[in-house]
């Protein structure tokens, strides 16, 4: 699907009519840093760049790639993780990250609706003015796409069921180039900002038309629509919260308990961190960081005791007392601060509604970069799968010490998003090769042993549809039906 030398010199003229030629891309040092993440996806660079600040900017560039058969890769974030940016085939990289607008919030149906290249910190300092936030996963990368995270299903730090999955409707460009609104904003063909003056549509149905487009499109990685506009689910800033902490010295000692206080519905955010991870969190200076994981509980559970308007004393009250009522069955402590790190609460407290925002982002801090393996499970066999981490790690000689862990209710522990952080130096390629053999090994084993691996990226798409062949076969078709010329985002989901 290369360009022909003609082919491409007509392309580039077509694009430059659209854009202009400051907008298309195609000096050697801008394709580089659009051919590599800091993920290990194979170097490839794309044929040329488009930076797009419209839709129809977007519509305009499917259409001209479907006529000249050349892939097109979107991107949105100014980083990537897990190689799904990369274009596999070449051709053309739309650059969503200049559609910068916050079109319209909703307080009342607490909705925000914005273009593809809002960060959190910017639709933060948007909905700060209304005395709303967004519904975070944590401490995503302050260049990271607010729509992308929630295509990428990252996982929210709301235990809640109604705040898991965000996304509402959203504004789409096709693989064939139209245009196509779900949910609630199908009613009309007008800028979905216009759609409840004009419609008198709410935009909160998230169902339809026809399929459940909400959930076919989140985890596609590009493959089957470019996202231009969302809108998801926000909430009002509490009035007041208290962040409390749960040491745990092993594991399997967490699970009861956990169980426990989400079923009791008390707090707002709730996940668990390693010593390691919370250290990388908490620690001034990265140096720090081996000497405070030494000194920190072994595993820590993290509750934000939250209250709204209307009578925050006596929530925080409530949620007090049925947490002591929770450590008096399981015989654990609840701790307000921790030991050895000044004002541990007070950070954690401000990493729940921000992006990162210290010096190189949290899960490198120590090494300069990191291999991540996530997935699901329910959290009474969680500890079977950490068991699995650190047996395979030892066998690749990987200090168990680095590791970082993150576990995260969803939908009040109906399941659990478990996350191991492997990091390394990336200027080591010794230390480097054996994370990647590490991560390979880890992943195998974990899913013959039932893991589910929801996000499916890079190498791990050849280890799941391996195993699931008619699920394979299901998404290609539904690839063909959408787009017939391949075009959009090729290889992504092992076709």
Known sequence: MAPTATNSAELIHKLEEVFGSTRVLRDEEVLNRYAQDTSHTRYRKPDVVVMAQTTDEVQQTVKLANQYRI?????SSGIGFYGAGIPEQGGIVIDLSSMKKVRRIDQRNRWALYEAGVTYSELRAELEQYGMRPIMPLLPHPEKSAITSCLEREPRLSAKHHLDETILTMEMVLPTGNLFHTGSMAVSAA???????????DLCNFMGPGIDWFRLIPGSLGTYGIVTVMNTKIAFIPTRQKVVFIPFRNFRDCVDPFYYILRKLIGDECFLLNSRHMAEILAQDPADVPMIAAKLPPYILVLNLTADEWFPDEKIAYQEQALREAARIFQFSVLERLPYVTDADRTISRCLYRPWEGTGYWKF????????????????????????????????????ADIGLYVQPKQNGRAFHLGANFPYNPSDLEQKQTVQTLFLD???????????????YGQWADLVYAQTGNLHTTLKRIKKILDPNMILNPGKLGF
């Open 71 to 75: 892939p097109v890769t979107p991107r």
């Open 191 to 201: 800028p979905p900002e216009k759609i409840p003056d004009e419609a008198h549509s």
């Open 365 to 400: 801090r120590t090494h300069g970069a990191a291999k991540e393996i996530f997935f699901l499970t329910q959290l009474q066999r969680a500890p079977q799968f950490l068991e699995i981490l650190h047996r395979v790690a030892a066998a690749h000689n990987y200090p168990l």
């Open 442 to 456: 880890a992943s195998r084993a974990l899913l013959q042993e039932g893991a589910f691996f929801y996000r499916i």
